[in-house]
């Protein structure tokens, strides 16, 4: 079953949040939980047929289900805040996350595990702290 995520999923899944603040916030706080789970997810399997050399495709597919969510949640808080530098900072951040999961997946290389958590951690800090300090009456144009 192949789910694809547009506007009427995200809506028909989460009606009542209609700020992109708190989604984008939630979706990184997912994202940094499902990270922080997965090596517990490795030592709960028994491990007899792989060796924990791969975790299961639907696990790993939700990476990309907290980026579709996150890159949603951050293109439209851009939209409404009335920092510039917020919008930039909230760009820049998921695409650190971005590559950081592409590193992640891929193995091009091995990343501290204290560094693997900062792009989700500045996501959430920077969605709740547009939420409280940048706030447009509608949508901004900058």
């Known amino acids: 079953m192949i789910f694809t995520v547009n506007k009427k999923n995200i809506q028909a899944i989460m009606p009542n949040f209609k700020n992109s603040n708190y989604l984008g916030a939630l979706a990184s706080t997912l994202c940094l939980i499902h990270c922080l789970a997965t090596p517990f997810l490795f030592i709960i399997q028994t491990c007899s047929n792989t060796c924990c050399e791969a975790s299961p495709t639907w696990w790993r597919s939700l990476d990309y289900l907290f980026l579709t969510l996150s890159f949603f949640a951050v293109y439209h808080s851009n939209k409404t805040t009335s ?7 909230l760009w820049i951040s998921w695409f650190l996350l971005f590559i950081q999961i592409q590193i992640q997946i891929f ?10 958590y900062l792009p989700a951690l500045v996501l959430i800090s920077l969605h709740l702290y547009n939420q409280k300090f940048c706030k447009c009456s509608d949508n901004c144009i900058h």
Do not use: D, Q, T
Not at 83 to 89: L, S, T
Not at 107 to 116: D, L, N, T, V, Y
């Open 83 to 89: 920092n510039v530098w917020i919008g930039r900072a």
């Open 107 to 116: 193995g091009w290389m091995k990343i501290p595990s204290f560094i693997e």
